[in-house]
């Protein structure tokens, strides 16, 4: 590596009290998120988490299909969580707070992009998105991913990698509308299973399917053989969430 190249470092100085003790009372406000999300969702259960794109608006066919879909669950006994802001979020929402169940956000501050929708029974705000993605894992008896981005994908990764590692409970992981989602699946059997990075088990955690009432029906299918209350043994591992 020629002279050019090499990486310079400087001296930091001295540190900045300021900014060290603002960086401490961080954890605080990190605490303050979790007991809150904690104490306002321990009694949503069942619950299921619904995730999408907020960049879809409310003539869009994904957006009916979602509002169909969460209709279905909340008359089904399932509170429904979404990440409370536009697009799909709204249609999940909106879809629950029409039903029998609650309607639960957790929204995230962005600069950008998210604003809370207007049919939350339950609403929480986060400005981590560490704290609020556990809020959507612990206290979920399944997730129901629609087309999304980035985010979206993010969300769905993060529950695959927490089954597959068993650092929480197996949970239904449902992909809606087949022909969105048939690549990346496709790209998962040819490619991560081919090359040995997942096992060919792994591909059975998710599912695909998209009809509203054989959403909750599978959902239900699955918690004939497991219970929807979590044995002592998966509330130990969720601790460690």
């Not at 909340?74 to 999940?92: H, L, Q």
């Not at 909106?94 to 929708?117: D, M, R, V």
């Not at 998962?188 to 399917?209: T, Y």
């Amino acid at each position: 590596m020629t002279e050019k190249h090499k990486v310079s470092h400087p001296s930091l100085g001295p540190i900045n009290d300021s900014m060290l003790t603002r960086e401490s009372w961080k954890i605080f406000q990190i605490m303050a998120e979790f007991v809150e999300g904690f104490e306002r969702l321990a009694k949503i259960r069942p619950s299921v988490s619904i995730f999408g794109s907020a960049r879809t608006p409310e003539d869009h066919p994904y957006y009916k299909l979602t509002e169909e879909i969460a209709r279905e669950l909340s008359d089904a006994g399932f509170s429904v969580v979404t990440g409370g802001g536009p697009g799909i979020m709204e249609a999940g929402n909106k879809g629950a707070y029409s039903g029998k169940s609650p309607s639960i956000g957790l929204n995230i501050e962005l600069p950008f992009e998210q604003s809370g929708n207007a049919y939350q029974d339950i609403s929480l705000s986060f400005r981590h998105f560490f704290s609020r993605k556990v809020m959507f894992v612990k206290y979920a008896s399944a997730y129901v991913v629609m087309p999304g981005g980035f985010g979206t994908l993010d969300e769905l990764c993060e529950i695959l990698t927490l089954v597959q590692t068993k650092k929480t409970r197996h949970i239904p992981i449902i992909l809606v509308h087949r022909p969105f989602w048939e690549g990346i699946l496709t790209w998962f059997e040819d490619v991560l299973v081919n090359e040995k990075m997942i096992s060919p088990d792994d591909i059975k955690l998710l599912q695909i399917i998209d009809n509203p009432n054989q959403i909750a029906e599978a959902i239900f299918n699955h918690y004939e053989k497991h219970g929807f209350e979590p044995s002592a043994e998966e509330k130990e591992v969720m601790l460690d969430l």
